[in-house]
């Protein structure tokens, strides 16, 4: 109500809501969830297969009294150090979780880019389409003997050997309702040190397959405002074979700038209009 994101604490262990009641109620309404133990991770994945866009944290609050290099932490990719401007990027899901002792930096996104896809946003891609890929990479601070681990549907699709540094591309299926792709670096003992944000697809019928596109960002009038009910960014999204034509949705708060990136790989858009006038 106050517009700042809030977080559902410990689902499925004691003090906090039942697993199932966390996935029947898509989290209570909230945009951020605990993700710490396996069975916060394992509810964290039936949303997100739901297609659920909630952002995983991690935290000190670890009822042990002690805090060291081990520690959970969700790092926040921010442009400032800003109370707003990181709320915004921990809504945003611009962030990925790691232990307090990590040195490097975790990156997912769509093309082994420098910055981190905001997970808040689904990729809109061609129902046509039967795959896509995506890329993730990891500046330092592997130790040896750890494994990258893809997980999808609540599943470990691919494993990968990794020590210091990581960058490795996953194909990422379309089938199915809501398909999602995020990824993790596990220790020896396969417990995680590492966790980035998902990325959700969602089918556009009849998008020329190879063309996609996204919410890159929403800046709101106030700086504030960033819940899941009121920052959506595309709410729904339509193409008209007929004419070439890609309608979006956008429910943002009122003098909001939302940046959208479009791919489209064989031509580029030629007119563009905001409730049906032209702009440049």
Not at 84 to 109: H, K, Q
Not at 145 to 162: C, D, I, K
Request: net charge negative.
């Amino acid at each position: 109500a106050s517009g700042y994101p809030a977080q559902l604490n410990h689902p499925g262990v004691p003090g906090g809501v039942t697993q199932q009641q966390a996935v029947d109620t898509n989290a209570d309404g909230a945009e951020l969830v605990e993700v710490r133990q396996p069975v916060m991770i394992a509810t964290w994945d039936q949303l997100l297969a739901k297609g659920v866009p909630i952002v995983g944290t991690w935290g000190t609050d670890n009822h042990n009294a002690n805090w060291g290099s081990g520690s959970q932490a969700t790092i926040i990719n921010a442009p400032s150090m800003g109370f707003d401007a990181l709320t915004r990027s921990l809504f945003e899901g611009r962030v990925f979780l790691a232990n307090v002792g990590f040195s490097g930096r975790a990156l997912l996104n769509l093309s082994c880019g420098t910055e981190l896809y905001p997970s808040r946003y689904p990729v809109f891609v061609s129902s046509q389409a039967p795959s896509t890929s995506v890329c993730f990479s990891v500046t330092g601070g592997i130790p040896s003997g750890s494994t990258v681990a893809w997980v999808a549907g609540g599943t470990t699709v691919a494993t990968a050997s990794a020590s210091g540094t990581y960058t490795g591309t996953r194909t990422v299926s379309l089938a199915g309702a809501t398909p999602y792709i995020r990824a993790e670096v596990r220790d020896s003992g396969g417990t995680q040190s590492v966790m980035s944000e998902p990325i959700l697809f969602v089918d556009v019928a009849g998008l020329p397959s190879g063309m996609s596109f996204h919410v890159d960002g929403v800046t709101t009038p106030t700086g504030r405002g960033y819940t899941r009910t009121g920052v959506r960014g595309i709410a729904g999204a339509s193409w008209d074979v007929a004419t070439a034509s890609l309608t979006t949705t956008l429910v943002n708060p009122v003098g909001s700038l939302t940046e959208l990136e479009i791919a489209a790989p064989t031509s580029s858009p030629t007119s563009a209009t905001i409730a049906g006038t032209s702009v440049a």
